[in-house]
């Protein structure tokens, strides 16, 4: 006989649920031991039931130490991430200060307070610097405008969808008041090309 496919979803019924709660977790603890067994590896298995019951499997020792190793690893990978994230942004740091302090110098010699240690080669880097940064703030600023341009007509489209929406559906109740009146005593006008008056 072929079981079927177990779709994963909530059990409902409070006691198949207990009873594959039981199942599945010795077979996951017993899966867990196997693998200690068979590979050498030191396996922890935490298990809160819905009752809040807990069931747990350490293989070797206890869960405690197995807890505070994962944790040391925890601490250990995330410095060893961020000196690796250190050392990926430091040419990228050193490059943003050097064009600060261009812009800086450029900015002091403009004012009056440096301007006898700029040289020709000097002022075109700065030139160049502050043309690049007007290139990008013009950019910078065209995409918001476009991005508030965008918003603004799906603001006007939902309005007139809503709108629509509106009249559609006033028109609707109109046809149905309608044919609700339209054979009545108090109807003065039999109703043509959906429009209709009533009197009463």
Sequence with gaps: MVRGKVRMRRIENLAHRRVTFCKRREGLLKKARELSVLCDAEVGVIIFSSQG??????????????????QGDVVESQ???RALQ???AQPGIFLVREEIDQL???????????????????????????????CQMRSTKMLIMQQEIQFLENKGMLIIFFIYN??????????????????SPYSTHPVSNGNCFFSI
């Design 53 to 70: 019951k807990l069931h747990e499997l350490a293989t070797n020792g206890n869960m405690q130490s197995l807890v505070k190793r994962y």
């Design 104 to 134: 800086q110098q450029g900015l002091r010699s403009m004012y009056g307070g440096g301007a006898g240690d700029m040289t020709l080669d000097k002022l075109h880097t700065l030139e160049k610097s502050l043309e690049l940064w007007i």
């Design 86 to 88: 250190s050392q990926v």
């Design 79 to 81: 410095m060893q991430n």
């Design 166 to 183: 509106v009249q559609v559906k006033e028109q609707n109740e109109l046809m149905n008041m309608c044919s609700v009146f339209g054979g």
